[in-house]
């Protein structure tokens, strides 16, 4: 059976397991824990971490210390299965305005949908909630929900199917979309449709959003149904196939399609989470490359790109802690990990 990484990347993957009984440039620590299914992990200006967790919280989580502080005046968030307290990002100027950017679950099972607001944070207060994207699609499972801002400034956010497949291939829903807002709320005006949010589609639940500091190009990791979880480069108006096309699979029956640029795996799911582009200086041998965890396997990837394709990929971690949720860098180049247990912490990565 075919890979799309090839037999050597496979080999290179085989190797970095097997590597794993040997000693490692990186030593993991717990940070904080006693957390519940953490989602999203923002870095405030003063290097405490500001997190997310599924059931409807906002938690400040001191760097130093990991001593946690509850946020206040969250909205009613809808808290079930997937859904939840998902996506945070924090405006360009959040230390002058406090302004962030949260995505969240609501209604219940007569109305479930997903939201996407702007809050002003004060105080360990939130307060002036301004709905920017309401009405999305929302469901138990396949919600998205994950908020980046573009080098320019502008605001993206993922929304899965939310379990309608078809939703996706649909140019009038709005599930199976990556979107891209002014931070105002407004629709950017060199947006691909007109007056439309919609950035690209075809999407069936990506969790995963990152853009490479070289050239600002937009990445996306992406759950496939029980194979082919995808590591996408997002194009703009670009189509992604789902639930027509798979992976890195060859498909002519959709214009404007783009495969996958990778796929894990082709005859499996590793259920893959967030991504990072490495910028640090604490692992040099990483800086510019792509990093992402995964859920089911609960794996820590570095994949080394040579333009636009995976040239390696590693296995750093391999379920010695679980589900992982969520990656982010330090201010040192340290890593945050989440992990998505149940009963969850906040790991940090460092040299050895």
């Not at 590597?19 to 440039?25: C, F, M, N, S």
């Not at 005046?73 to 990002?89: C, F, I, K, W």
Request: hydrophobic content about 40%; glycine content about 12%.
């Amino acid at each position: 059976m075919r890979h799309p990484l090839g037999l050597a990347a496979l080999f290179m993957i085989a190797l970095a397991t097997a590597a794993q009984a040997q000693q490692l440039p990186f030593k993991v620590a717990t940070l904080a824990d006693g957390l519940e299914h953490p989602w999203s992990i923002a870095l405030l200006p003063d290097g405490d971490l500001l997190v997310s967790e599924r059931p409807g919280r906002l938690q400040i989580i001191d760097a130093a210390s990991g001593r946690k502080q509850a946020v206040g005046g969250m909205p009613d968030v809808r808290a079930e299965s997937e859904a939840g307290a998902m996506g945070l990002a924090l405006d360009p100027d959040f230390a002058g305005s406090g302004r962030l950017y949260l995505c969240y679950s609501t209604g219940w099972t007569l109305s479930p949908g997903n939201r996407l607001s702007a809050f002003t944070l004060k105080d360990n207060i939130l307060s002036g909630e301004q709905v920017l994207l309401d009405g999305l699609p929302g469901a138990r499972w396949h919600n998205g929900c994950r908020v980046e801002i573009s080098p320019e400034g502008f605001l993206f956010a993922s929304m899965g199917d939310a379990t309608d497949a078809q939703a996706a291939q649909d140019g009038t829903a709005l599930g199976g979309k990556i979107f891209r807002l002014n931070r105002d709320g407004s629709v950017p005006a060199d947006n691909p449709f007109a007056t439309s949010f919609v950035w690209s589609y075809g999407h069936r639940n990506p969790q995963g959003l990152a853009f490479r500091p070289s050239d600002g190009a937009l990445w996306s990791t992406e759950h496939g149904p029980d194979t082919q979880d995808e590591l996408n480069l997002i194009e703009k108006g670009g189509n992604y196939g789902w639930p027509l096309c798979h992976g890195t699979d060859a498909c002519g029956a959709l214009a404007n399609y783009h495969p996958a640029v990778a796929e894990f795996e082709h005859d499996s799911t590793i259920a893959i989470s967030d991504l990072i582009f490495y910028r640090g200086d604490a692992f040099p041998d990483w800086k510019g490359d792509i990093l992402f965890v995964s859920l089911k396997t609960g794996r820590l990837y570095h994949l080394k790109l040579d333009g636009n394709r995976v040239a390696k990929a590693e296995i750093l971690l391999d379920d010695e802690f679980g589900r992982l949720r969520d990656i982010a860098e330090s201010p040192d180049g340290s890593l945050y990990l989440a992990t998505d247990n149940g009963e969850d912490r906040i790991l940090r990565v460092t040299p050895r």
